[in-house]
């Protein structure tokens, strides 16, 4: 079995750390909303893997992250963390909203037949002392440093630092997910603790005083404690690669002295007229509006299948329309082979 491996730009020949089984971490969502058909790509594609190789034989362990705290409006370091905007907007709690979305994003994957059974999905915010221990390992190591608004990892104390796609450390200048800090050494530093702000609504103690862990260090902290120190298969959406995978494995990497994972995947975007589906954009579609027009949600199941994971695919209700009905002609097949024999 071949897969193309990110990190090296190739199609490699997979092998597995231990013969007959492999782990698989998925990124997953960040549940201050629904998750729409674009971000559901990810999840289509990752479980898809994991029935290849299951039907080669192996036992596949997966971990999907459920983000409730931590990642920031815009996914940078600044701003307002997507929680506390949830919760503004649904008027109630991080709390309540990260138990609603985190329903509606297992239902959604159950509708499209992933099976959730075989997966751990762990909460950030049960992972506060394992993320701390891991913030605490990077600065005891010389990879963090303490300013005034946290704890943040020094990428220049990492050799390998934009490894995965070849990102350009000295050519790196502020802009869509770089923001300007004076206190950062360098523009793609990163926080590994943030200190609390007034009125923040989650909030711990650290060593570095009461505040919240930064977006990036819930993965690497939960992907080792549920998985190990190195793991087989890191998936994600394309738009994780430069920024949120390379810190990944920085910190991961810089703690340990291991490889991190050995095979990274990533899935092309879903568009809508040439454009990425995002709330932003206003361009969204969720698996909801597509039960409501009475389309099985395996028929979206098909429709991302139909193009190649790392090809963009083009979404319409009319190539969604062409994909029912070539589901439809499928089951008919497959229901005159089973009356046959």
């Not at 971990?63 to 990642?71: M, Q």
């Not at 440093?145 to 943040?152: D, E, F, H, S």
């Not at 007229?273 to 698996?287: C, E, F, P, R, T």
């Not at 409501?292 to 083009?314: C, V």
Request: with cysteine.
């Amino acid at each position: 079995m071949f897969l193309t491996n990110t990190l090296s730009g190739k199609k490699e020949v997979f092998v597995s750390q231990r013969p007959g089984s492999a782990t698989m971490y998925s990124c997953g969502p960040t549940v201050y909303g629904s998750a729409h058909i674009g971000n559901l790509r990810a999840y289509v594609f990752s479980d898809t893997i994991a029935r290849v190789l299951e039907a080669a034989g192996c036992r596949v362990r997966r971990v999907i992250n459920i983000t409730d705290v931590g990642h920031m409006v815009g996914d940078g370091d600044n701003g307002e963390d997507k929680m506390a905007v949830g919760a503004a907007r649904d008027k109630t709690t991080p709390q309540e909203i990260a138990e609603r979305y985190t329903k509606e994003f297992l239902n959604d994957l159950s509708e499209l037949n992933i099976d959730t059974k075989e997966i751990q999905f762990p909460h950030a915010t049960d992972y506060i002392k394992e993320q701390i221990a891991l913030a605490k390992t990077l600065e005891e190591k010389g990879f963090a440093y303490r300013i005034k608004n946290g704890l943040a990892f020094d990428t220049s104390r990492f050799p390998g630092y934009g490894k995965l796609g070849n990102i350009d450390l000295s050519a790196q200048r502020v802009g869509a997910r770089i923001e300007a800090d004076a206190e950062k050494r360098h523009p793609a530093d990163f926080w590994l603790w943030r200190s609390a702000k007034p009125g923040d609504l989650q909030q711990w103690d650290s060593p570095w005083g009461r505040g919240n862990p930064g977006w990036h260090i819930e993965c690497s902290a939960m992907s080792r404690t549920l998985l190990g120190q190195e793991i087989d298969i890191h998936t994600g959406g394309e738009d994780h690669v430069a920024t949120h995978h390379n810190n990944e494995i920085a910190q991961s990497e810089a703690a340990s002295g291991r490889t991190f994972a050995h095979y990274w995947m990533h899935n092309a975007f879903l568009t809508v007229a040439g454009q990425k589906i995002s709330k932003s954009l206003h361009n969204d579609v969720y698996l909801r509006d597509i039960i409501a027009k009475d389309i099985d949600p395996l028929a979206l199941r098909y429709f991302y299948l139909q193009a190649h994971y790392r090809t963009p695919l083009s979404f319409s209700w009319d190539a969604l329309a062409g994909a029912a009905s070539a589901l439809e002609r499928l089951r008919k097949i497959s229901r005159e082979i089973a009356n046959e024999s």
